[in-house]
């Protein structure tokens, strides 16, 4: 059955790997995240709960100090869009009221605040140097944070 595919395709840390180089990364970690908290809100199968903690708890033990992703990151660059992998783990902290979890999503919003220009874009929003900050990466930054600050 195809609603099994993430739970094949999960690293036996938890992690989730991009295609290519078959790296893992926190972006695509936090996206399967999604997947796997959805699998299990609608199916209600432990095995879906599982693997989401087993991600979350990689995103957690892999966050940097500051509360962004780096060593875990595409160029290992941190982004401010990462607040999306933060919104992933809010939701799956609420599963069974994680506060380890939880920590870590503040943490990770905290510091994404902090990168928050005088004009409402944030840095490290963008591939590229020279763009300070992308209206697309910017909603997904705010659409993060608003679901973590619905706790």
Known sequence: MCIHFLLNIQNDDGSFSEI???????????????GLNFLYELTRDKRFFEAAKKAAYWLFENQEDDGSWQKVAYNNEKHTYYSRVAAAMFKFSMFENDDIIKKAVFKNV?????????????KYSSFIDVISSSPRCDGLTFSAISITSLS
Do not use: H, M, R, Y
């Not at 180089?21 to 399967?32: I, R």
């Not at 905290?110 to 944030?122: D, I, M, P, T």
């Open 20 to 34: 290519d180089t078959n790296k893992p990364f926190a972006f695509d970690t936090g996206q399967c995240l999604i």
């Open 110 to 122: 905290e510091w994404v605040l902090s990168n928050q220009l005088e004009n409402g874009f944030f």
